[in-house]
T-cell receptor, first 111, second 114 residues
Framework: QQKVQQSPESLIVPEGGMASLNCTFS?????YFWWYRQHSGEGPKALM?????GDKKEGRFTAHLNKASLHVSLHIKDSQPSDSALYFC???????????FGLGTRVSVFP | AQTIHQWPVAEIKAVGSPLSLGCTIK??????LYWYWQATGGTLQQLFY??????VESVVQLNLSASRPKDDQFILSTEKLLLSHSGFYLC?????????????FGPGTRLTVL
């Protein structure tokens, strides 16, 4: 059974600053990792995926994966108030049950 | 394009009353379907998943049941609501073996039990 742990629980970031979110997973055979973002009152939406060791950059967002240390992270550069949301990392549990989600990190960006 | 609908958008119900929440996916055949529960601002707790019509697997026991009467429909229900059932209910779909297991969530149903 895949277990996913996230830190920190919450993060306050000034507008224009960098937000860094961390995640560890338990299954060494995991291959696919996702970051989801959920704004208040909405369903979560996939933000980005990462499947290979190293960095993946999409605009202001960079994900980093290190399978050896069972660690994945997300960095948000030049944070905007619209980035204020709940962020989940996710790793596959099995192909029937789908993704296992972490407990989430609440990011608040203040102007 | 595929769409996912959930109904109702919100419900206010009394303790002990029955509940039925629905989810429909259009534009995809034979998706995997999931029900999640989320306390306000909390984590996503998977409740049920289904990989085919008529087959539903329970992940946690919360005095809820689920059914998949059609390929594109997933129903969550209970005969007797508890206060602890309050929260945000999310339906999601994915394709078995499809694009790296990405799951797509619906807009959710906000349930308040009084």
């Amino acid at each position: 059974q895949q277990k996913v742990q996230q830190s920190p629980e919450s993060l306050i970031v000034p507008e224009g600053g960098m937000a860094s979110l961390n995640c560890t997973f338990s299954d060494r055979n995991s291959q696919y990792f996702w970051w989801y973002r959920q704004h208040s009152g909405e369903g979560p939406k996939a933000l980005m995926s990462i499947f290979s060791n190293g960095d993946k950059k999409e605009g202001r967002f960079t994900a980093h994966l290190n399978k050896a240390s069972l660690h994945v992270s997300l960095h948000i550069k030049d944070s905007q108030p619209s980035d204020s949301a709940l962020y989940f990392c996710a790793a596959i549990n099995n192909y029937a049950q789908g993704l296992t989600f972490g407990l989430g990190t609440r990011v608040s960006v203040f102007p | 394009a595929q769409t996912i609908h959930q109904w109702p958008v919100a419900e206010i119900k009394a303790v002990g009353s029955p509940l039925s929440l629905g989810c429909t996916i259009k534009g995809k055949s034979s998706p995997n379907l999931y029900w999640y529960w989320q306390a306000t601002g909390g984590t996503l707790q998977q409740l049920f998943y289904s990989i085919t019509v008529g087959q539903v697997e329970s992940v946690v026991q919360l005095n809820l049941s689920a059914s998949r009467p059609k390929d594109d429909q997933f129903i969550l229900s209970t005969e007797k609501l508890l206060l602890s059932h309050s929260g945000f209910y999310l339906c999601a779909w994915s394709l078995l073996g499809g694009r790296y297991a990405e799951q797509f969530f619906g807009p959710g149903t906000r349930l308040t039990v009084l």
